[in-house]
């Protein structure tokens, strides 16, 4: 597309069908890993297994696809968002009815947490990264309506699951909820590019700069090949897939040296490339804001994520219910965070909130409502809080608003890659903590006070850092890459 046709498409046009295609991705990729409650009392009572060894599962499946985030930010970078989210939906539809046959916890491990967990994370980097091309002015907004989707997708297969089990079994439940997540090749139909990714730019490059067409049809007095002609045609296309048209070297009487010297230039410029992302990865983690986002999400994620998991057996062990309510506290947290992801969308649009200010207010907000949960000892305190801690998980929705602000449009894949990994990590990390802490003092008392603690942490380190008065000593240095438009984004900038 040309840039004038590229500037008219933003913040409109098909840009709403986008929204619509990437929530629905987001709601049939997480609906099951953001309901993963509903399954783990089941899994612990089929496998007999210990609750920090089955809390691998449910942590994995969150916490792998952010891991890989890098990875799968460079995968939506040269394929695009289209082919990211058709090959994401074979593998969350497979993995999910691979589980379904599960024998043990070790493969469902890997069945759900590892199979399931890199296709929602190619999922997740493929909607928000083709939603931000989209969008500029409402950006925030559009951001908080994908991934509602999420939330949504929680909320309805909370419920589903929960009566799937009951008329069909842990083993049907798992086996319809894979073939509804094959819609997700449906959804990748929808995902226009706006602008080529980096792979088909190259074959492009690459089919301009041949000297000889591939696929020009013979003249019919033609038709006879000389030997050789086969060979020459298929191994020029085969240059065409590997390596870029400036690489390609015409056969000579030197064929063999100078391919040596093909193979030594494509190493180097390998080399560089990874020289080069290395270097602007250490340019990221030097940035004080970006680094204290970074810490915040790890904290966030450690202590957050598990009562989403936990929460259910919480109340069962506590004696508040004999079973799983009609609208569990699952249901609970995940509409909660679907109306916290627009509304702080909605906030973070306005040019007089500082949005580094607003993710550090939801953290302490919700470490709060953590410390909360040990206090109270009944059913409805535990949904009102449920609300509360969902509310506040809503700030999913400001981490690639924050970040763009912080290095720009063009440095949003590679940054987010990297902050969505610090979030995995935490995420991974957080119910087999929880877990371990039950198994070792038979509560979760002190388990729900470390994940507060911890989140509380996070948010006041971030609110610390972000504070303007370490810019003051740096404001005379002169950064002409950084054009600020308001004061907040000075805020959220590096000075």
């Avoid at 007999?48 to 939506?76: D, H, N, R, Y």
């Avoid at 969350?92 to 967990?117: E, R």
């Avoid at 940035?287 to 450690?302: E, T």
């Avoid at 206090?375 to 924050?402: D, E, H, M, P, R």
């Amino acid at each position: 597309m040309s840039p004038h046709t590229s500037k008219k498409a933003l913040d409109g046009g098909w840009g709403w069908v986008i929204i619509v295609a990437c929530f629905m991705a987001q709601f049939l990729a997480y609906g099951s890993p953001q309901s993963v409650g509903i399954l783990y009392p089941e899994w612990l009572h089929a496998f007999q297994e210990g609750k920090g060894m089955t809390a691998w599962v449910g942590s994995l499946v969150s916490g792998v696809g952010l891991i890989a985030s890098p990875v799968c930010s460079a995968c939506v970078d040269n394929f695009g968002a289209r082919p990211v989210s058709i090959f994401s939906g074979v593998m969350v539809a497979g993995g999910l009815m691979l589980s379904a046959f599960a024998p043990n916890v070790q493969f469902l491990i890997f069945s759900y947490g590892i199979v399931v967990g890199l296709g929602c994370g190619l999922v997740y980097a493929a909607t928000l990264t083709i939603t931000c091309q989209y969008f500029d002015k409402r950006r925030g907004l559009a951001l908080g309506m994908v991934t509602t989707g999420t939330s949504v997708g929680g909320f309805l297969y909370a419920t589903a699951q929960n009566e799937l089990i009951v008329l069909f079994g842990l083993e049907g439940c798992l086996l319809i909820i894979g073939a509804l997540a094959l819609n997700l090749m449906a959804c990748a139909g929808f995902m226009r590019p706006l602008n080529m990714p980096g792979y088909y730019l190259k074959q492009k490059a690459a089919l301009e700069r041949t000297k000889e067409p591939l696929f020009k049809k013979p003249p019919a007095d033609d038709l006879k090949t000389t030997p050789g002609t086969a060979e020459k045609n298929l191994a020029v296309k085969d240059h065409l897939i590997t390596i870029d048209a400036k690489d390609i070297t015409t056969p000579d009487n030197k064929g063999g040296f100078m391919a040596g010297l093909a193979v030594v230039k494509i190493i180097k410029k390998k080399r560089q490339a990874y020289s080069k992302y290395m270097h602007s990865t250490a340019d990221f983690l030097h940035d004080r804001n970006f680094m204290a986002l970074c810490i915040a999400i790890f904290l966030f994620s450690l202590g957050a994520f598990p009562p989403v998991l936990f929460m259910e057996d919480v109340a069962q062990s506590e004696g508040l219910i004999d079973e799983v309510r009609i609208i569990p506290l699952v249901s609970i947290v995940a509409i909660t965070t679907g109306v916290g992801k627009l509304t702080l969308g909605m906030l973070a649009d306005m040019r007089w909130i500082n949005s580094v200010f607003l993710y550090a207010f939801t953290l302490l907000g919700t470490g709060t409502a953590l410390l909360l949960i040990p206090i109270s000892k009944s059913y409805v305190g535990l949904q009102v809080l449920s609300a509360v801690v969902g509310f506040f998980s809503g700030n999913w929705s400001l981490t690639s608003y924050i970040t763009t602000k912080i290095v720009g449009l063009d440095k949003l894949t590679q940054a987010h890659g990297i902050l969505m990994f610090f979030g995995g990590f935490g995420i991974m990390l957080g119910p087999p903590v929880v877990g371990w802490f039950f198994d070792w003092t038979q509560s979760y008392d002190l388990a729900f006070y470390f994940s507060g603690g911890s989140v509380l942490l996070g948010g006041v380190t971030l609110f610390l850092c972000a504070l303007p008065c370490w810019d003051k000593k740096k404001a005379d240095i002169d950064r002409p890459d950084i054009q600020y438009t308001s004061n907040c984004d000075k805020v959220a900038s590096v000075a």
